[in-house]
């Protein structure tokens, strides 16, 4: 294992112990009963205190393996596909925060837009094009096939009114 | 026998109508697609059809998520065998031979060989799940609680043994999993449990926004890292396709080897069909009489696997079935759809539900049918599908993936929950984790829960009742077992 490498594991099992952590407290506040009558708490608490256990043994194991070898320098590339890790990842959490004000269609081309120009794209206006059919696509699927309720506004009464 | 026969026809009856039989298709031609593509695995596309099930019945569902996942298994083996791209990871073993046999000129035979193991595979599977499940649904009939209980933790136990990678980290997925399913509503007290002021949390967290995120959003992340290599395959001819009597010879007994040894592996914990494969392949190799052929491009080192990994299908449905527990992913995936309908799959629902059982069987015979019938002509249409460029493929499978969470309950919070779980998953599958467990235990935790408790309230808070009845000890026993023999081995060869 790199010293990269070391580190992220270190990351992941400090955050793995902090939920633990943090999930054991919560089931503190909750009633435990008895084995015979258990109360809310009572599975929980155990769980809580089994991850607690392991996370933190986890952790101990991730720490004592030390880094070997020098650390490896990230390509162009690899950080460039980590910034669009990052972007559809942006994406993919904006879309719900946005679809409520820009409704369902505006929503879906933004955030295929958006997705399509992270993928580096060949053609800017096919990305365009695509996203603009992806969104009106998925509302007459969705919408009228499987009948689910999207939230509408100016574009999608329009494309109802024009008989889509 | 009357009980099967009837069942069948009455099934058959059902599945035969136009409708039903468009399902099947379908699932069968999606999970062609989603195992001929790389990355896009037959969990990978449940977990986005998960949503557009809801629209349909219960039936429906069950008939389009039972083809996806047949399909998926022989859609690997295509490109396996032409380009040596792994569909998905049931088919790697298939890489191996059927590739040397595709570079050798008998890439068609090599197809035609996987098409008939998984149709032998798949029937006998099936017959296998129509029986099994039938005897075993009758006596989980008469299972209590501390039975339930047995078969949950076991169940969980064995996934942790199989899973592969490190057994801290399945035991730690396997815990968060139970401890993401006890958020919400407790069903005994009515007592919130951590939902912190937000009531949607109240109805707990809903299975479809984690798989999603885990299995479809991660996926796609995950793609994004890897490189996209340009593949062309050599066209196979329609005449190709004809083995040589040689080579059915060889093949013949492997398939029928595989499809035995898959189905009983698929009613293990864990991921069977992978396992199964390599297990197949292994014993194929000890007992041919040409092992030296092996990796060069033998027939039976593609027919044995391809028969297994089908087979390891039939037998992952029988403990959802009978028993009303996943043990594989995929399976989740099912009781996921089965439950967004307001069903709960286990031994009374085989009872009170037959139609739907039988349906889904008859189903998988005409699925599996129509895989040898279609996928052999239009094996280079599916070939070209890997064409479709990541950069357009991906984006709409994370915008189906967010409309298809977003249909379901219309909430704003499962789509900051797809997101999270998305982030969630691609960080600790970069990091080695198997993601697997959580999702399982996420859907068997409350189950383990329920069962606990109402065991200890029939004991009266005695364990040992609980622990020591013939069914439960001997299955605690078994799983004992499977954790220290490998150890008790393993020290035996160090001294």
Not at chain 2, 108 to 118: D, I, K, N, R, Y
Not at chain 2, 140 to 155: K, M
Not at chain 2, 364 to 377: E, K
Not at chain 2, 406 to 418: G, I, K, Q, R, T
Request: hydrophobic share 55%.
């Amino acid at each position: 294992m790199d010293r990269k490498t070391y580190r992220k594991q270190i990351i992941i099992s400090v955050a793995l112990f902090g939920f633990s952590l943090f999930y054991f407290l919560s089931t503190l506040h909750l009633k435990m009963g008895t084995p015979r009558n258990m109360g809310p708490g009572f599975v929980p608490a155990m769980l809580g205190v089994l991850l607690l256990a392991s996370t933190a043994f986890h952790l101990i194991r991730v720490y004592r393996a030390l880094p070997s070898g020098e650390e490896t320098e990230r390509s162009p590339e690899e950080a460039k596909n980590y910034w669009a890790v990052a972007g559809i990842l942006v994406c993919t959490a904006a879309f719900p925060l946005i679809l409520e004000t820009v409704k369902f269609i505006g929503s879906t081309f933004i955030v295929g837009f958006a997705m399509l120009l992270l993928w580096k794209p060949r053609n800017l206006l096919f990305s365009f094009l695509l996203s603009l059919g992806m969104a009106v696509g998925c509302f007459l699927l969705f919408s009228r096939f499987f009948g689910v309720a999207l939230p509408s506004g100016f574009l999608e009464q329009l494309l109802f009114r024009i008989g889509a | 026998m009357w009980e099967i026969t009837q069942g069948l026809l009455s099934g058959f009856d059902a599945a035969l109508t136009p409708l039903y039989l468009f399902y099947a298709l379908a699932g069968t031609i999606l999970g062609t697609i989603t195992g001929v593509l790389p990355g896009l695995g037959p969990l990978g596309a449940m977990a986005i059809l998960l949503s557009f099930t809801l629209k349909m019945d219960a039936t429906a569902a069950m008939i389009l998520f039972a083809g996806i996942y047949y399909g998926a298994m022989y859609g690997g083996s295509t490109t396996s065998i032409l380009l040596n791209i792994p569909g998905e990871a049931a088919s790697v073993v298939t890489c191996i031979d059927g590739y040397q046999m595709s570079q050798k000129g008998r890439a068609g035979a090599a197809l035609a060989v996987a098409a008939v193991s998984s149709f032998i595979a798949g029937t006998i599977s099936i017959l296998g799940l129509t029986v099994v499940a039938l005897y075993l649904s009758d006596i989980a009939l008469r299972f209590g609680p501390s039975e339930f209980l047995a078969i949950g933790v076991c169940g969980l136990m064995f996934l942790i043994r199989m899973t592969g990678g490190s057994l801290l980290q399945s035991l730690i997925m396997t815990l968060i999993g139970m401890a993401l399913g006890t958020v919400g509503i407790d069903f005994l007290t009515g007592a919130e449990r951590f939902t912190y002021g937000i009531n949607e949390l109240g109805q707990g967290i809903e299975f479809l926004p984690v798989a999603m995120g885990i299995f479809g959003i991660a996926e796609v992340l995950l793609s994004v890292q890897g490189k996209e290599v340009p593949k062309s395959a050599r066209k196979v001819r329609l005449r190709e396709l004809l083995p040589t009597r040689k080579e059915w010879k060889r093949s013949i007994p492997s398939m029928f080897r595989g499809s035995f040894m898959g189905f009983f592996m698929g009613l293990v914990p864990g991921p069977s069909p992978i396992i199964a494969t390599f297990v197949s392949y292994f014993t194929e190799k000890r007992l041919s009489k040409h092992p030296e052929e092996f990796g060069r491009g033998a027939i039976e080192a593609v027919a044995g696997p391809e028969a297994a990994n089908n087979a390891a299908v039939g037998g992952a449905y029988v403990p959802l079935f009978a028993l009303g527990i996943p043990f594989t992913p995929a399976m989740a995936m099912v009781l996921g759809a089965l439950m967004l309908h307001g069903l709960t799959p286990g031994p009374n629902l085989m009872k009170e539900k037959a139609d739907l059982f039988w349906i889904v069987i008859a189903s998988m015979y005409i699925g599996n049918f129509m895989l040898i019938v279609l996928n052999l002509p239009l094996v280079n249409v599916f070939v070209n599908i890997l064409r479709v460029p990541q950069r357009t493929l991906m984006p709409i499978i994370v915008l189906l993936c967010l409309i298809g969470v977003y249909s379901v309950n219309a909430s704003l919070l499962d789509l900051l929950l797809l997101a999270i779980f998305g982030f969630i998953g691609y960080v600790l599958r970069r990091a080695g984790f198997q993601v697997a467990p959580l999702i399982l235990a996420l859907v068997i935790g409350p189950m383990i829960e329920t069962s606990l408790r109402q065991a200890l309230k029939i004991s009266g808070g005695n364990l040992a009742e609980v622990v020591f009845r013939p069914i439960c000890l001997s299955m605690y026993v078994a799983t004992l077992l499977c954790f220290t023999v490998p150890l008790v081995l393993k020290w035996i060869r160090h001294r």
